[in-house]
Nanobody, 125 residues
Framework: QVQLVESGGGWVQAGGSLRLSCAAS????????MAWFRQGPGKEREFVAA????????YYEDSVKGRFTISRDNAKSTVYLQMNSLKPQDTAVYYC??????????????????WGQGTQVTVSS
């Protein structure tokens, strides 16, 4: 099993930045793809970004492209989400996800098999 733990959430003013981290433990394979999803109040979970374990392929939801950057440090088994130019619409619980499936044909959207507990991001106007 793979355990994922997110951190780095918090409160920030619009236009500010946050960096989320997701540390993976357990049976982790170098071929695992990682992703970030989010769920705002009263909304469905939505895809945010994904990255192959090698880091050679990345995918982004259109609403965050150019503002968010997903990256990973394989030595630390950690994936990051750098969030810049944050907007109130970005307010949500952010979840880390992992899969050893091929994500290329689904533009990184999954499906994903392992999920973290989530970390709250609140952006004020």
């Amino acid at each position: 099993q793979v355990q994922l733990v997110e951190s780095g959430g918090g409160w920030v003013q619009a236009g500010g930045s946050l960096r989320l981290s997701c540390a993976a433990s357990g049976r982790t394979f170098s071929s695992y793809a990682m992703a970030w999803f989010r769920q705002g109040p009263g909304k469905e979970r939505e895809f945010v970004a994904a990255i192959s374990w090698s880091g050679s392929s990345t995918y982004y939801e259109d609403s965050v492209k150019g503002r968010f950057t997903i990256s990973r440090d394989n030595a630390k088994s950690t994936v990051y989400l750098q969030m810049n130019s944050l907007k109130p619409q970005d307010t949500a619980v952010y979840y880390c996800a992992a899969t050893n499936r091929n994500i290329n044909y689904g533009n990184g959207k999954g499906p994903y098999d392992y999920w973290g507990q989530g970390t709250q991001v609140t952006v004020s106007s």
